[in-house]
């Protein structure tokens, strides 16, 4: 089962991972909340829409903008609306 892990602390943790570009994107529901914090930072990417991101707090530690999703996915992956990836440090294994 793939799960997200930073700074000793499993992040997300799901079966049901949508890879793409080689990204593991997890569903909502499979995220440890009390770890992730909004963050005010969008990018754009030409067949995703606007990502949303959130930055990583373990223990006093913040990893800024750790995590991203789409919260309204164009119509080529809504299949990943909602869905969070990870980079920065953050290891999927």
Request: aromatic residues 16%; negative net charge.
């Amino acid at each position: 089962m793939p799960k997200a892990i930073w700074n000793g602390a499993v992040l997300a943790e799901s079966d049901n991972t949508v890879v793409v570009e080689g990204n593991h994107y997890f569903p909502a529901d499979a995220i440890n909340k009390q770890y992730f914090q909004e963050s005010n930072t969008h990018t754009t990417c030409p067949w995703k829409g606007v990502a949303s991101y959130y930055s990583i707090d373990v223990d006093g530690q913040v990893n800024k903008d750790a995590a991203w999703y789409y919260p309204s996915a164009k119509e080529k992956a809504k299949n990943i609306e909602g869905y969070v990836a990870f980079w920065k440090g953050v290891k999927v294994e």
